[in-house]
């Protein structure tokens, strides 16, 4: 009935296409840069559309196996810290 309209969930869309591509990008560099760029897209996303809260679980799940593995486990802590406290600052 409405197919014709373009409402807000395009935009939550493409804000959560693009929050996931980096975050992808971040937990395959896992570099300070990709950290924030997931950080403010992830913020983004948040700020689009309430339902992109499940990016956060994404996150935390897609970066426990790198975590595991990693020999560096205190700065990959802090990397994932500074995404998820990037996406807050975006959202306040």
Do not use: N
């Not at 591509?21 to 997931?38: D, G, N, Q």
């Not at 897209?41 to 956060?56: D, E, M, V």
């Not at 679980?57 to 802590?77: D, F, G, N, Q």
């Amino acid at each position: 009935a409405h197919g014709h309209l373009v409402t807000t969930d395009l935009g939550a869309s493409v804000c959560m296409l693009a929050a996931l591509y980096f975050l992808i990008k971040f937990v395959e560099s896992r570099t300070w840069l990709h950290a924030a760029s997931a950080g403010i897209l992830l913020g983004c996303a948040q700020l689009a559309k309430f339902t992109s809260l499940i990016l956060y679980l994404v996150l935390v799940v897609v970066y426990i196996p790198h975590l595991v593995r990693s020999t560096r486990k205190a700065h990959e802590v802090l990397r994932l810290s500074a995404c998820i406290i990037i996406s807050i600052l975006v959202i306040v």
